[in-house]
T-cell receptor, first 113, second 109 residues
Framework: DGGITQSPKYLFRKEGQNVTLSCEQNLNHDAMYWYRQDPGQGLRLIYYSQIVNDFQKGDIAEGYSVSREKKESFPLTVTSAQKNPTAFYLC????????????FGPGTRLTVT | RKEVEQDPGPFNVPEGATVAFNCTYSNSASQSFFWYRQDCRKEPKLLMSVYSSGNEDGRFTAQLNRASQYISLLIRDSKLSDSATYLCVVTGSNYKLTFGKGTLLTVNP
């Protein structure tokens, strides 16, 4: 089955700890994205990558970091510098053209206390 | 004007009703438009793309008015399973999608 997987589904961390969220896709998509969603809010773009070994900041990149060493994988690290890390994190992928629709993974709910 | 603005909702309708969602966008250079649905605590899923000529998929009809920068989604004969949040999505530059906040629909028996 082709798709996007994110793990884990739920993640709990103590304040001050860095945490890495996994995102893998086997759709052979070139572009991958990370969003966060807060209650009552639209999705906000954190980082995106159009090609391996290249990525760009989205609208709310502060306190986050990413890597894109493989086409299939785009992990997101939530660092201790992120002031409000508790959120629903969604990974998506699309073909390389901006007019192509994005497909989402099931998401990771991160709770930091 | 906000980048993507949707009816705030929520909409509560009986089964079998017809319901319409409206969305406006601010970037006149936007090229692609989509409707996604998102079930509670789940990821958004693509419902349909929106084409300039309008398009229909079963009970769902999407329309685009570029002059007015307006997108709509019509659901006919609504089912209980249509209950979800509907997200209006517009592409901008650099592969970015801009999402509306969504409109919650509840279809009641």
């Amino acid at each position: 089955d082709g798709g996007i997987t994110q793990s884990p589904k739920y993640l709990f961390r103590k304040e001050g700890q860095n945490v890495t969220l996994s995102c893998e896709q086997n759709l052979n998509h070139d572009a991958m994205y990370w969003y966060r969603q807060d209650p009552g809010q639209g999705l906000r773009l954190i980082y995106y990558s159009q090609i391996v070994n290249d990525f760009q900041k989205g609208d709310i990149a502060e306190g986050y970091s990413v890597s894109r060493e493989k086409k299939e994988s785009f992990p997101l690290t939530v660092t201790s510098a992120q002031k409000n890390p508790t959120a629903f994190y969604l990974c998506a992928s699309s073909r390389s053209n901006s007019n192509y629709e994005q497909y989402f993974g099931p998401g990771t709910r991160l709770t930091v206390t | 004007r906000k980048e993507v603005e949707q009816d705030p909702g929520p909409f509560n309708v009986p089964e079998g009703a017809t319901v319409a969602f409206n969305c406006t966008y601010s970037n006149s250079a936007s090229q692609s438009f989509f409707w996604y649905r998102q079930d509670c605590r789940k990821e958004p899923k693509l419902l349909m793309s929106v084409y300039s000529s309008g398009n229909e998929d079963g009970r769902f009809t999407a329309q685009l008015n570029r002059a007015s920068q307006y997108i709509s989604l019509l659901i006919r004969d609504s089912k209980l399973s249509d209950s979800a949040t509907y997200l209006c999505v517009v592409t901008g530059s650099n592969y970015k999608l801009t999402f509306g906040k969504g409109t919650l629909l509840t279809v009641n028996p």
